[in-house]
């Protein structure tokens, strides 16, 4: 059986290099190693991003555009031992998943029996975890496996950041939020003509995705900006303390 690894990577080396660290104490060594390194900031200035740029420079300190790709990131991954292959796409500003399109098109995943996709940042539960994925495999023959996912805490001031408000007092931010909303409208107008997808979704509402424990909702990824010192290592006692209701 032919296998193959491919990590995505941007800009933050202290991600891949735990990746790395991690992939390298795995027990399976029998693999294609690839990585897909993300190339610019991904702003855009063509007829479809002039609404946008035009709102983005009216905010202050605006985030809006993503960070520039880190060359110590490229070297990282262009010296290491394994590396088989890198495939480098320009950053669309759908930064993972507009690379993930590009790669998945090009099929080059194809000639192995099974890739794993990985997100720089990931880290294997033990040294037998990726040894044990191939035997499942190899038992059950499954099409497509989810290995894991990112669990971690927003507080209820940061969702409501992130929530479309209708009542925003800052005319320029309302303008920004008015858009994003319009666009995300338009995405879902184009996902809602596949078939039966109102009843997946109805399906998923028995999952239970957003958690709540007091104060805080259990989402996915967030920058470790948004919680300060105290915060910060309430939550780690939080995991520690409830660690088997969380992973």
């Known amino acids: 059986m032919k296998i193959g690894i491919t990590i995505v990577t941007h800009h933050k080396p202290f991600l891949i290099k735990s990746s790395l660290n991690s992939l390298s104490s795995q027990s399976f060594k029998n693999y294609d ?27 202050k300190n605006s985030r809006y555009q993503l960070s520039m790709d880190s060359k110590e990131v490229f070297n990282i991954i262009k010296n290491h031992k394994k590396t088989n292959k890198i495939h480098i796409y320009d950053n669309n500003q759908s930064l993972d998943s507009g690379a993930w399109i590009k790669y998945i098109s090009k099929k080059t995943w194809n000639k192995y029996d099974y890739t794993f996709f990985l997100m720089e940042g990931f880290l294997f539960k033990n040294k037998y975890a990726l040894e044990d994925a191939i035997n499942f495999i190899k038992n059950k023959k499954p099409n497509m496996i989810m290995l894991g ?61 957003f958690r709540k424990d007091n104060n805080d909702i259990v989402i996915n990824f967030v920058s470790p900006n948004y919680f300060n010192f105290f915060k910060k290592n309430e939550t780690i006692c939080k995991i520690y303390y409830k660690g088997k209701k969380y992973f």
């Open 33 to 59: 190693l690839n990585f897909i390194f993300i190339k610019g900031s991904g702003i855009k200035k063509t007829k479809t991003y002039r609404r946008f740029n035009l709102l983005a420079s009216k905010l």
């Open 149 to 209: 996912s990112e669990l971690i805490f927003h507080t209820k001031k940061v969702i409501k950041k992130l929530a479309h408000n209708p009542y925003e007092k800052n005319i320029n931010k309302k303008k920004m939020n008015d858009y994003h909303q319009h666009n995300i409208d338009k995405v879902l107008k184009e996902f809602g003509k596949v078939h039966n997808l109102k009843i997946i979704i109805n399906n998923w509402k028995k999952y239970n995705f």
